[in-house]
């Protein structure tokens, strides 16, 4: 079950307050982040039955047998490259005549995508990894994400953690990689060169960051041994 949900409680509550044009309902649930409590004590109702809505807001794609026909629904649908796993969602919603604001193909006047994986991405995912990697090594311990309210609870679960001296490779500098290097300084991992990172033993954790001219060499030139190297290590691990 993805526990996400597409509006807070505090944020329902906002927009409930400066719009005399917008009902929000919640639809009851047991394993979403915010409980039914903290929605109705916002001010909103909470029902099972949502549909007399107009507009359906959610984050991952909905069951089929859920779908309600005639109706706007907003999540992500994992259909935009075709995805065949879900075909039959696609022409369940054409059926049912569902108009599909798909998150995924929301973009700014620029091209550049409203919504989609950024540092917070990067965050979990750094952290699930260094979760996953002290649980098979028994070295350490750490909790998934989601069973911390926000991430300043996050980054007290660091404190007085002893990592050993692993050597972490991150790709990129985008949103996503933003978030990894957050972890990656909260952890206490220390920064190094990428050479560095090949040639040397260290007695404490270490990552290097490799951006695209240390992934990609320019077209017909070499920048040497070490980041071939590298580019060889990446491609045993992918």
Not at 38 to 63: N, R, T
Request: proline share 4%; with cysteine.
């Amino acid at each position: 079950m993805d526990n996400r949900v597409a509006l807070t409680p505090a944020q329902c509550k906002w927009i409930q307050k400066n719009s005399d044009e917008v009902k929000i309902i919640a639809q009851s649930s047991g394993h979403r982040c915010f409980t039914d409590r903290e929605y109705l004590s916002a001010g909103v109702e909470v029902k099972e039955d949502i549909s007399d809505c107009d507009i359906m807001l959610g984050i991952k794609e909905v069951p089929i047998p859920a779908l309600v026909s005639n109706k706007i629904y907003l999540f992500f649908s994992h259909t935009r490259k075709k995805q065949p796993q879900n075909r039959q969602l696609f022409h369940e919603l054409l059926s049912r005549k569902i108009t599909l604001i798909d998150y995924e193909c929301l973009e700014h006047d620029d091209g550049e995508r409203i919504i989609g994986f950024g540092f917070f991405a990067g965050v979990v995912g750094a952290h699930n990894g260094m979760m996953a990697y002290g649980n098979r090594t028994g070295l350490y311990k750490l909790d998934r994400v989601y069973k911390q309210r926000s991430f300043r609870e996050l980054i007290h679960t660091y404190f007085g953690l002893r990592l050993p001296n692993v050597k972490i490779a991150v790709t990129g500098s985008g949103r996503v990689a933003h978030g990894i290097l957050e972890i990656m300084n909260l952890l206490g991992i220390h920064e190094v060169e990428p050479d560095e990172f090949l040639s040397r033993r260290f007695s404490y954790p270490v990552y290097t960051q490799l951006k695209g001219a240390d992934l990609y060499p320019p077209f017909g030139q070499y920048r040497g041994r070490a980041v071939h190297k590298l580019q060889a290590v990446l491609t045993c691990i992918l």
